[in-house]
């Protein structure tokens, strides 16, 4: 069974501290590892799709990495506006495109 | 280009009650996926819609049934309502043409009493 265990529950940051979310997958199969953003009361914002071992992305003062357990959510001197709560997920070989398995998040908060 | 739209945005219903919610995909995708997020969880898999049939299910009981229509939209049915299907229900949709990035609406807010 696919797990996905997201690291720390809750992160509080003072604006243009950097720090990282971790996110430990186990998945016999990968098909790819998705972050999402996810402000209170709405639904997912898509940020990123990390294919294999190794890959890197980034996205404004997000970068996201991958290795064969875990991926990491690097963010890099963050503003206030950043505060969310953040969703790594897992898509398995063998499933369809539309199924992921999601962690349970990260709750984000950064201070001015 | 619109996104995902789903509505209504929150409902309330009884305790055995049945409801309907209801997804648009962004424009261009044809597959539909539901999911349930319970308050401080992630969302979990309901089931997957293409070309009008069901194409994979997740852990959840008949009572979650859902359809898809001809022009790619979808509803969501819940029957005998119980306090624990309290949650925000998300659509999510995906176009083979536009990779496998898959986007999800805003949901939508159930609280059953």
């Known amino acids: 069974e696919d797990q996905v265990t997201q690291s720390p529950e809750a992160l509080r940051l003072q604006e243009g501290e950097s720090s990282s979310l971790n996110c430990s997958y186990t998945?016999?199969?990968?098909?790819?590892l998705f972050w999402y953003r996810q402000d209170p009361g709405k639904g997912p914002e898509f940020l990123f799709t990390?294919?294999?071992a190794g890959e890197e992305k980034e996205k404004e003062r997000l970068k996201a990495t991958l290795t064969k357990k875990e991926s990491f959510l690097h963010i890099t001197a963050p503003k206030p506006e950043d505060s969310a709560t953040y969703l790594c997920?897992?898509?398995?070989?063998?499933?369809?495109?539309?199924?992921?398995?999601f962690g349970k998040g990260t709750m984000l908060l950064v201070s001015p | 280009d619109a996104g995902v739209t789903q509505s209504p945005t929150h409902l309330i219903k009884t305790r055995g009650q049945q409801v309907t919610l209801r997804c648009s995909p962004k424009?261009?995708?044809?597959?539909v996926s539901w999911y349930q997020q319970a308050l401080g969880q992630g969302p979990q898999f309901i089931f997957q819609?293409?070309?009008?049939?069901?194409?994979q299910r997740g852990n959840f009981p008949d009572r979650f049934s859902g359809h898809q229509f001809p022009n790619y939209s979808s509803e969501l049915n819940v029957n005998a309502l119980l306090l624990g299907d309290s949650a925000l229900y998300l659509c999510?949709?995906?176009?083979?043409?536009?990779?496998?990035?898959?986007?999800f609406g805003e949901g939508s807010w159930l609280t059953v009493v």
């Open positions: 999510a949709s995906r176009g083979a043409s536009g990779g496998n990035t898959i986007y």
């Open positions: 998945v016999s199969g990968l098909r790819g």
């Open positions: 997920a897992v898509q398995h070989m063998n499933s369809g495109y539309s199924t992921l398995t």
């Open positions: 424009s261009g995708h044809d597959t």
């Open positions: 990390l294919y294999s």
């Open positions: 819609y293409y070309e009008e049939e069901e194409r």
